[in-house]
């Protein structure tokens, strides 16, 4: 199976609609850091048949950490119940744009579906051009049976970064500047201020342009080396809690690039009192 770009624009998705393309499942990933609730966005507005994600009941319940993997096994019984296969064409969106939406597509691609596209734009950029959206409470979807099969390669653990920073590979972080730098406080109560020491920034959004949508291959490029990234060496992408560490691994699979996500992310390591915290 031929794995598929990891964006899809606006208009093919409304091409590939209209043809009824068989095993299409479109899926709303939308999540606020701010605790909202995404199910409200859902049920106002949202593309022609689609599911809600949740992205906190499809993390790990057992963890300490928010937003951790789950198990292949309770991933596969969740995404299952929304109907879905991992042969399934999976378009997955949000109504930010690019946002939580990254975070799905990468989950979706770490347990085993090849076949997974972020909706450049997301629900405000479908919306913006006038196209159909449905809204209201859904009714119930026919079960489905989703294989999870987890690729720890492209998982960094504590151990992983650790020795990406010691050399195997750069460490990029996603969050804005004031954070990595410790000038502004962390959201989450209880974690220091800073960055891992070596590690790069690269704040997210300037992956984005004023609509959401990525910008062009180009100009992520630019961002990339502007941020100190070297492109032909390995990548380990971290963020807060591992949500927007997704926005950098899709910029870098639209350049053909792999990347490894610290799902802990500064959850972890800024909670920690055995790890090492750089300011400014």
């Not at 949202?46 to 992205?55: E, H, K, S, W």
């Not at 560490?245 to 699979?253: K, P, R, V």
Request: net charge negative; with cysteine; glycine share 10%.
């Amino acid at each position: 199976m031929i794995p598929l770009p990891p964006l899809i624009s606006t208009a093919d998705l409304a091409v590939r609609l209209d043809a009824h393309e068989p095993g299409l499942r479109l899926v709303d990933a939308s999540w606020h850091l701010d605790g909202r609730d995404g199910r409200p966005d859902f049920e106002a507005a949202r593309l022609p048949g689609a599911v809600f994600f949740d992205l906190d009941a499809s993390s790990d319940p057992d963890s300490d950490l928010p937003h951790m993997l789950p198990s292949p096994e309770v991933f596969s019984a969740r995404m299952g119940r929304l109907g879905l296969s991992e042969t399934d064409h999976i378009v997955v969106y949000d109504t930010v744009g690019i946002r939580s939406s990254a975070r799905a597509w990468w989950m979706f691609r770490v347990m085993g579906a090849p076949r997974v596209q972020v909706l450049d734009g997301g629900l405000p950029k479908w919306r913006a051009e006038g196209r159909e959206t449905g809204s209201g409470p859904t009714a119930p979807v026919a079960p489905a049976v989703f294989n999870a099969r987890l690729d720890r390669a492209a998982v960094a653990d504590l151990a992983a970064v650790r020795a990406a920073l010691a050399g195997e590979a750069q460490v990029l972080d996603a969050r804005a500047a004031d954070r990595f730098e410790g000038r502004a406080p962390e959201p989450r109560p209880g974690l220091r201020s800073g960055h891992m020491p070596g590690a790069l920034n690269l704040p997210f959004p300037t992956l984005l342009d004023d609509t959401g949508a990525m910008k062009p291959a180009a100009e992520l490029a630019t961002a990339f080396r502007n941020a100190g990234v070297d492109l032909d060496r390995p990548v380990v992408t971290t963020c807060g809690s591992g949500v927007t560490a997704a926005i950098l691994s899709l910029g870098l699979a639209v350049l053909g690039r792999r990347s490894r996500l610290y799902d802990g992310s500064w959850a972890e390591w800024g909670g920690r009192e055995d790890t090492e915290v750089a300011t400014g």
